[in-house]
Antibody, heavy 114, light 108 residues
Framework: EVQLLESGGGLVQPGGSLRLSCGAS????????MSWVRQAPGEGLEWVAV????????DYADSVKDRFTISRDNSKNTLYMEMNSLRVDDTAVYYC???????WGQGTLVSVSS | EIVLTQSPGTLSLSPGDGVALSCRAS???????VAWYQQKPGQAPRLLIY???SRATGIPDRFSGSGSGTDFTLTISRLEPEDFAMYYC?????????FGQGTRLDIK
């Protein structure tokens, strides 16, 4: 069974940093591109970033470019998102997603507030 | 950026009804890069359709997808009580991989 388990969310002040992790199991993690998708409270879905299966290629939404960094460690079956210069409008549930869209984690809540 | 516009925003229907949800793109999208998701409150989205018309694993055949170019449709032939939820389309052919704003399906 495919499992994606996000962690690392929490409450942070504007301008602060967080590192999200997503542990993957039940599939060949290193064969698949992975994405982060977020959802602000009561709002729709927003694609945030994607990383290729080997980690050599990344892409970001303009709203997070130069502030967020997606990375992965295939030896640990883990996806990461380093989030810097956080803003109030980054508040959302962050989902780890196999890039095919077929599998999503349960999400981790990031709240940015003073 | 490719903007996806879903219509209608909200629909109120009854179990047993059929429905067609629209997703219109601001520029042409490759059909192989269009997906539809269902999301229920407090849950992660679930993939229904990929490649515009292929059902994901375990999705009932009352769900079907169609379309090409700028116009895509998710059709649910006979609504079951568990189908009342939010529905989102997504294009993943051109970065940023945008989502539509969603259509909410309510029970009448």
């Amino acid at each position: 069974e495919v499992q994606l388990l996000e962690s690392g969310g929490g409450l942070v002040q504007p301008g602060g940093s967080l590192r999200l992790s997503c542990g993957a199991s039940g599939f060949s993690f290193s064969r698949y591109a992975m994405s982060w998708v977020r959802q602000a409270p009561g709002e729709g879905l927003e694609w945030v970033a994607v990383i290729s299966n080997g980690g050599g290629t990344t892409d970001y939404a303009d709203s997070v470019k130069d502030r967020f960094t997606i990375s992965r460690d295939n030896s640990k079956n883990t996806l990461y998102m380093e989030m810097n210069s956080l803003r109030v409008d980054d508040t959302a549930v962050y989902y780890c997603v196999v890039a095919t869209g077929a599998h999503w984690g349960q999400g981790t809540l990031v709240s940015v507030s003073s | 950026e490719i903007v996806l516009t879903q219509s209608p925003g909200t629909l109120s229907l009854s179990p047993g009804d059929g429905v067609a949800l629209s997703c219109r793109a601001s520029q042409s999208v490759s059909s192989i890069h269009v997906a539809w998701y269902q999301q229920k409150p407090g849950q992660a989205p679930r993939l229904l359709i990929y490649g515009a018309s292929s059902r994901a694993t375990g999705i009932p055949d009352r769900f079907s997808g169609s379309g090409s170019g700028t116009d895509f449709t998710l059709t649910i032939s006979r609504l079951e009580p568990e189908d009342f939820a939010m529905y989102y389309c997504q294009q993943y052919g051109t970065s940023p991989y945008t989502f539509g704003q969603g259509t909410r399906l309510d029970i009448k």
